[in-house]
């Protein structure tokens, strides 16, 4: 029957395969030990139908040292959340603390199921899961071990206390100090404890005075006992207590004097004390009393034995205590190997050293490593492991004809994807034993590649893709890789199910140009550029050159840029410039975001920005030239003032302003004007006479303004 103090011996590899073995007979339809519980926090993912709420997935894990407190559970419930699962079971064989309990009652109820060493031991033995053998027998052998001490009842008090608990409590204090061994693995073998009668003796003297005398021998007396502050308190317990009861293995009583030896002993030491003739020393009380004086102890430690003498009763404590000999390791460690890996030992190897021995060695297949307690004969660690050419060896064995397409080796397991007559299967080796379980069978590889070729090119612009190679990921998934003249393609196939998970896709540049050619009929692709996750095609047709996004799988298709072809946005060019003056001729044509056309006519001057796709005047930068200024401007003085013939003075044309100063001059006066360069409109104008003191005057001012 599963008890308590049974889980807490139970190794965490053992009581992870019983937790398996409960969580099969409880229902669960899948269940699956976590290869690596260092890395997600976990030792057991299970799945389980519920009628009404579905499938339910429950993760476990493990607490080992201790009591699981509150940092455990709140970490717990992270990883249940990481794993989104519908809740965990966190079994601590020791128990959980105070703010655990709180925690795990307020917070997580419902979310965190606890289990300690009490409740896993009545559910194993509710789902009549039994004890394993070799637990029993080490239960039943500590029960044997445990030492048995006789009561022997005294026909006198104590005068000190004995115990035979205190007394090991100082061996194992001591024992702890000087050895790798903890005071609690200390246990009593035997009690042999020596006991010596003395005599507590009231007396008095004729001259009033008295006391209590503790006559130990004829050497040792103490006459007035009850003046030490030591043994008064003794002395006052004794006059109450009873007869002792003490227990030990064996006993030994010393009696050093009789009852009448004390008598006279005392006598003659009170009458020399106080000078005084015995006949006047009275003996009003005398009463036997039982002294400890030192206790031989024989204690187990594991698997050895020690002494020690202890000076009763506080005095000093001897203890002896010698390594095992080197040939018990060997023999433990040979029968554990031989007893994990079923195999004989060829060879072994001992390192001694203080506070550890290690037993090395080797059998056929496995290497091991033993270390034990060299005074307790404690096994400390035990690891065998199989080696890299046996794991190899044990697969072909189990699977002829087979291919190992990897290994995963870990600590104390390997996991080996298998091809086994076109079918992936994902296996297990315990390393410590040799022991292999089937943990996946994948769907055969034939319908897989068929399946995720007809998803492939019944979705994409591709077709022919054929199986190029294949990998089995996390040994739960199957990655396909399929080539063809249009692309490629990668599978995920869920090893489980043989659904497609997820996939990749990236065709060819070939293929990514003949998508554009068949978007655009009459253009043919120039270039095509590979990006990271795209292609960019250049094409040409008639009147247009264009650019077009392809996404790498071949189902996006965007046109990022259109422009006219450079003949023909020459010739929409010099249309365009004709239209502002027919004599203008383009001088330059330039592709920036637009296209910008230079020109220069009779009476024009400027740019045009014309849209890089449909050649429309998006803007106008035009300028009159300086000689049509010239020539409007003569043309409006004579209209305007009659003159006839005329003289450019001076022309100064500010570009940058915009706009032209210019000066003639006539027969009847000076004139003066500044003209918008752009529309050719006069912003302003001023005239002044030729002779006179005021004319004078007047042209000072007006060439100042329009210098």
Do not use: C
Not at 4 to 26: A, W
Not at 233 to 252: C, F, G, M
Not at 297 to 316: I, M, Q, T, W, Y
Not at 669 to 697: M, N, Q, V
């Amino acid at each position: 029957m599963w008890t308590v103090e049974t889980i807490m011996s139970v190794t965490r590899e053992r009581l992870v395969d019983l937790i398996v073995e409960l969580l099969k007979r409880m229902g669960f339809r899948e269940y699956e030990k976590v290869a690596r519980r260092g890395e997600w926090g976990l030792d057991i993912v299970a799945l389980r139908s519920d009628p009404i709420a579905g499938t339910e997935k429950i993760v476990i894990a493990v607490h080992e040292k201790g009591l699981a407190s509150s940092r455990d559970v709140n970490v717990f419930a992270d990883i249940i959340n990481s794993q989104k699962a519908d809740k965990g079971i966190l079994v601590s064989p020791a128990g959980f603390t105070k703010d655990a309990k709180l925690l795990l009652s307020r917070e997580y109820r419902g979310r965190i199921v606890p289990w300690d060493g009490e409740k896993l031991a009545s559910l194993l033995n509710n789902y009549s899961i039994p004890v394993p053998d070799d637990l029993k027998v080490a239960e039943r052998e500590e029960k044997e071990e445990k030492a048995v001490l006789n009561e022997y009842h005294l026909d006198a008090p104590l005068l000190y206390d004995f115990s035979p608990d205190k007394v090991l409590e100082r061996v194992a204090k001591i024992v702890s100090s000087r050895f790798p061994v903890k005071a609690d693995e200390v246990e009593l073998a035997s009690l042999r404890v020596d006991l010596d009668t003395a005599y507590i003796v009231s007396w008095s003297v004729e001259e009033g005075k008295r006391g209590e005398a503790l006559v130990l021998s004829g050497d040792e007396m103490i006459l007035n006992a009850e003046s030490d502050p030591k043994l008064a308190n003794q002395l006052r317990k004794v006059k109450l207590d009873s007869p002792a009861v003490i227990q030990a293995t064996e006993r030994t009583i010393n009696t050093p004097l009789s009852p009448g030896e004390a008598v006279v002993l005392l006598k003659e030491r009170a009458a020399r004390e106080f000078g005084v003739t015995e006949n006047q020393v009275r003996i009003i009380d005398r009463r036997k009393v039982y002294i400890p004086r030192r206790a031989e102890v024989e204690f187990r430690v594991g698997s050895n034995r020690g002494k020690a003498l202890v000076e009763l009763p506080d005095g000093k404590v001897e203890v002896e205590l010698r390594a095992l000999p080197e040939k018990y390791f060997i023999e433990r460690t040979v029968k554990a190997v031989s007893k994990e890996t079923g195999e004989e030992v060829r060879a072994v190897e001992v390192i001694q050293k203080e506070r550890k021995i290690t037993v090395r060695g080797k059998t056929e297949r496995f290497s091991f490593e033993a270390s034990f307690n060299p005074y307790t004969g404690k096994l400390l660690h035990l690891d065998t492991r199989m080696s890299d050419d046996a794991v190899r060896k044990l697969i072909e064995s189990s699977y002829p004809g087979s291919e190992i397409l990897g290994i995963e080796l870990n600590k104390k397991s390997a996991v080996a994807d298998v091809l086994v007559n076109g079918t992936v299967l994902a296996v297990r080796i315990d390393l410590r034993n040799g022991k292999m379980e089937e943990l996946a069978k994948f769907p055969p590889l034939d319908g897989a590649i068929k399946k995720a070729k007809e998803v492939i090119e019944s979705n994409f612009p591709v077709k022919g893709l054929e199986l190029s190679s294949f990998r089995v990921t996390g040994h739960k998934y199957l990655e396909l890789e399929l080539e063809g003249e249009d692309g490629r393609a990668r599978v995920k196939i869920d090893g489980s199910t043989g659904d497609m998970l997820d996939y990749y896709l990236e065709i060819t540049e070939k293929r990514a140009g003949e998508l554009v050619a068949e978007r655009y009929p009459g253009y043919s692709v120039v270039s095509v550029i590979a990006e990271k996750d795209e292609y960019l095609v250049d094409a040409e047709g008639e009147t247009h050159e264009i650019r077009v996004r392809l996404s790498k799988d071949g189902k996006v298709i965007e046109e990022v840029d259109r422009v006219l072809r450079r003949k023909l946005a020459e010739k929409m060019a010099e249309e365009r410039v004709r239209e502002i003056d027919p004599e203008a001729k383009v001088e330059g044509i330039e592709l920036a975001e637009n296209w910008v056309v230079r020109f220069t006519g009779v009476s024009k001057v400027g740019e045009l920005v014309l849209h890089r796709a449909t050649g429309g005047v998006i803007e106008k930068r035009v300028n009159f030239t300086e000689r049509a200024i010239e020539e409007m401007y003569r043309k409006h003085v004579k209209e305007k003032y009659g003159e006839g013939e005329l003289r450019t003075e001076r022309l100064t044309h500010y570009k940058d302003r915009g706009y032209v100063h210019i000066k003639l001059s006539g027969s009847r006066g000076l004139y003066y004007a500044r003209i918008d360069s752009r529309t050719g409109k006069i912003l302003k104008e001023d005239t002044a006479p030729l002779k006179g003191f005021t004319a004078k005057l007047k042209q000072m001012q007006l060439e100042r303004e329009y210098r």
